[in-house]
């Protein structure tokens, strides 16, 4: 593997950084995480957040338990319910992120400034939170870009202006379709082209396709908006030099050494993922070290949430045969796979015959469409759930897949803890993240449909027989690679070279303000 990362470096009151995420539970998430690991090497942290993710965020207390992280309140004039119900949509915080919340964020920067600490060193902005960006510069502050989803997807959405020069989308995103003779004389229309024709974005045996670009959520008014909102976010990005990435190189897990350690490109980036729970790196250790925790302990403290977990589905796992559950969760944010689907999927898992844990927010958008007294006839071998504490869930015995939207916290969760996935993309970089864990590699299977014949065809395909074998062997393989192998140790020495690099910034602000 090489060289053992160099030790944990800590510099006491060293540097402040703030940290400004997305606010949807997905982009929060990682973000407090790479607070944490920050904190743990001694810089201050505070992550400034909205007012209706503040309120849920310390409501479940997933900030707390003494990891040294700030949690900052931005102003943003979005009703929420005082926190009851759904967290307000893209819609009704878009032109608050532009509009309202940059002076809340310029005054937080300057209040830290005029209370006695060394200034910011260093504002960390989510590359989807662009708005931050110009509020860095009229602070004098460096910024630096998060990137807390694969870094795959970044590079697809920075290739935008390549995608149009080639025909492959049309200048507001859609995907130009293309057609094929059949033997019948009639023409097919398909729905785009190979993202590999042609480019270098992808590795060409992803196989994935235009209509399956990141942009591409909901009718053709709301693509054309989000492939705006795109644009703008990567104009700002122009002038980032780091961006850096919640994921590990393919290179490191796949063995191709050959663009391992460039590190001239710009911007540069840095992969430091999986970001841990707890701000300190885990896994098994290759040499017996002391310090570092077994395969199966849980990490310290509280996964970060804006839910509250129900916490009955661990006892209800501790009665379960072990690698028996399907464990069933379409994250927090992704919009409903649809009355129809949501109903042959439960009628799919009902007619497989196993134990399952459905976490199936209680919302009437979520469950609308589940059959009548559904929770009732499938009591005892199913249990529903609001929210479920997942990494918990998933680092249980009793789970033997995991069928997912392909979100890639829950990618990266189902990584670290061996789990199989059945997977449903629904929108978003769901689709790039599924194809990597299909195609790349072979730690799952694609549900094209929730129809209950393929629901039950596919749970038994994974949990019985060769093919769910050999995914069990890649996931326990990847999972080494990434918790153990040269994965950890290259996030561990991104950390540490971004926190001496934020340090240095601090000690330069520091001399100048004398």
Same mark, same amino acid.
């Given at each position: 593997?090489?060289?053992?990362?160099?030790?944990?470096?800590?510099?006491?009151?060293?540097?402040?950084?703030?940290?400004?995420?997305?606010?949807?539970?997905g982009?929060?998430?990682p973000?407090l995480?790479?607070?944490?690991?920050?904190?743990?090497?001694?810089?201050a942290?505070? &992550?400034?957040? =909205?007012?209706?993710?503040?309120?849920?965020?310390?409501?479940?207390?997933a900030c707390?338990?003494? %990891?040294?992280?700030?949690?900052?309140?931005?102003?943003?004039?979005?009703p929420?319910?005082?926190?009851e119900?759904?967290?307000?949509? %893209?819609?009704?915080?878009?032109?608050?992120?532009?509009?309202?919340?940059?002076?809340?964020?310029?005054?937080?920067?300057?209040l830290?400034?005029?209370?006695?600490?060394?200034? &910011?060193a260093?504002?960390?902005a989510?590359?989807?939170?662009?708005?931050?960006?110009?509020v860095?510069?009229?602070?004098?502050?460096?910024?630096?870009g998060?990137?807390?989803?694969? #870094?795959?997807?970044?590079?697809v959405?920075?290739?935008?202006p390549e995608?149009?020069?080639k025909? #492959?989308?049309?200048?507001?995103?859609?995907p130009i379709?293309?057609?094929e003779?059949?033997?019948?004389? !009639?023409?097919?229309?398909?729905?785009?082209h190979?993202i590999?024709d042609?480019?270098h974005v992808?590795?060409?045996?992803?196989?994935?396709?235009?209509?399956? *670009?990141?942009w591409l959520?909901g009718d053709?008014?709301?693509?054309?908006?989000?492939?705006?909102?795109?644009l703008?976010?990567?104009?700002?990005?122009?002038?980032?030099?780091t961006i &850096?990435?919640?994921?590990?190189?393919?290179?490191?897990? $796949?063995?191709?050494?050959?663009?391992l350690?460039?590190s001239?490109?710009?911007?540069?980036i #840095?992969?430091?993922?999986?970001l841990?729970?707890?701000?300190?790196?885990?896994?098994?250790?290759?040499?017996?070290?002391?310090?570092?925790?077994?395969?199966?302990? =849980? =990490?310290a403290?509280?996964?970060?949430?804006?839910?509250?977990?129900?916490?009955?589905?661990m !006892?209800?796992?501790?009665?379960?045969r072990?690698?028996?559950?399907?464990?069933v969760?379409?994250?927090s944010?992704? =919009?409903?796979?649809?009355?129809?689907?949501?109903?042959? *999927?439960?009628?799919?898992?009902?007619? $497989?015959?196993?134990p399952?844990?459905?976490?199936?927010k209680d919302?009437?958008?979520?469950?609308?469409g589940?059959?009548?007294r559904?929770?009732?006839?499938?009591?005892?071998?199913?249990?529903?759930?609001?929210?479920?504490?997942?990494?918990? @869930?998933?680092?249980h015995?009793?789970?033997?897949?995991?069928?997912?939207?392909?979100?890639?916290?829950?990618t990266?969760?189902?990584?670290?803890?061996g789990?199989?996935l059945?997977?449903?993309? @629904?929108?978003?970089?769901? %689709?790039?993240?599924?194809?990597?864990?299909?195609r790349m590699?072979?730690?799952?299977?694609?549900l094209?449909?929730a129809?209950?014949? &393929?629901?039950?065809?596919? @749970?038994?395909?994974?949990?019985e027989? !060769?093919?769910?074998?050999?995914?069990?062997?890649?996931?326990?393989?990847?999972?080494?690679?990434?918790?153990?192998?040269?994965?950890?140790w290259?996030?561990?020495r991104?950390?540490?070279?971004f926190?001496d690099?934020i340090?240095?910034d601090?000690f330069v602000l520091?001399?100048?303000s #004398?």
């Amino acid at each position: 593997m090489g060289a053992e990362p160099e030790p944990l470096p800590v510099h006491p009151a060293a540097a402040a950084v703030v940290l400004v995420p997305f606010p949807a539970q997905g982009h929060v998430s990682p973000m407090l995480r790479l607070a944490r690991a920050l904190a743990a090497r001694g810089v201050a942290a505070t &992550v400034a957040v =909205p007012d209706f993710v503040h309120r849920r965020i310390a409501a479940a207390g997933a900030c707390g338990d003494g %990891f040294g992280v700030e949690l900052a309140c931005i102003d943003s004039g979005v009703p929420d319910d005082d926190g009851e119900g759904e967290p307000p949509g %893209f819609a009704s915080f878009a032109h608050a992120m532009e509009h309202r919340m940059p002076a809340g964020l310029e005054e937080i920067i300057m209040l830290m400034k005029a209370t006695g600490r060394r200034g &910011v060193a260093c504002l960390v902005a989510d590359v989807l939170a662009s708005w931050a960006l110009p509020v860095a510069a009229r602070c004098g502050v460096p910024a630096v870009g998060f990137w807390p989803a694969m #870094l795959a997807t970044y590079r697809v959405v920075a290739a935008i202006p390549e995608l149009i020069d080639k025909g #492959l989308i049309s200048d507001s995103g859609i995907p130009i379709s293309t057609t094929e003779r059949l033997n019948n004389g !009639e023409q097919k229309v398909n729905g785009g082209h190979q993202i590999g024709d042609g480019l270098h974005v992808l590795p060409a045996e992803l196989q994935l396709s235009t209509a399956e *670009l990141p942009w591409l959520v909901g009718d053709t008014a709301c693509q054309k908006s989000r492939f705006s909102y795109w644009l703008r976010i990567m104009d700002r990005a122009k002038g980032l030099r780091t961006i &850096v990435v919640n994921t590990f190189p393919s290179e490191a897990v $796949t063995g191709n050494k050959k663009h391992l350690h460039a590190s001239s490109q710009v911007p540069q980036i #840095l992969h430091v993922g999986p970001l841990p729970t707890n701000g300190v790196f885990f896994g098994c250790s290759t040499k017996g070290d002391d310090n570092v925790l077994p395969c199966d302990s =849980p =990490p310290a403290g509280k996964n970060p949430s804006m839910w509250q977990a129900d916490e009955t589905c661990m !006892e209800w796992l501790d009665q379960q045969r072990e690698g028996s559950v399907i464990y069933v969760s379409f994250g927090s944010w992704v =919009p409903s796979i649809g009355r129809d689907a949501i109903g042959e *999927l439960a009628l799919g898992l009902e007619a $497989t015959g196993r134990p399952f844990m459905w976490a199936l927010k209680d919302e009437p958008s979520w469950r609308e469409g589940l059959p009548g007294r559904y929770a009732e006839a499938v009591a005892g071998r199913g249990k529903i759930v609001g929210w479920a504490p997942q990494e918990d @869930v998933l680092r249980h015995r009793a789970v033997g897949c995991y069928l997912t939207h392909c979100g890639w916290n829950s990618t990266l969760e189902a990584i670290q803890h061996g789990v199989r996935l059945l997977c449903y993309p @629904v929108s978003g970089d769901q %689709f790039i993240n599924c194809a990597y864990i299909v195609r790349m590699w072979g730690t799952g299977i694609r549900l094209w449909s929730a129809e209950r014949g &393929v629901v039950e065809d596919c @749970v038994e395909r994974i949990m019985e027989g !060769e093919e769910g074998k050999r995914m069990k062997e890649k996931v326990v393989e990847l999972r080494k690679r990434v918790m153990m192998g040269e994965a950890r140790w290259i996030a561990e020495r991104s950390l540490n070279s971004f926190v001496d690099g934020i340090v240095r910034d601090a000690f330069v602000l520091e001399k100048l303000s #004398l």
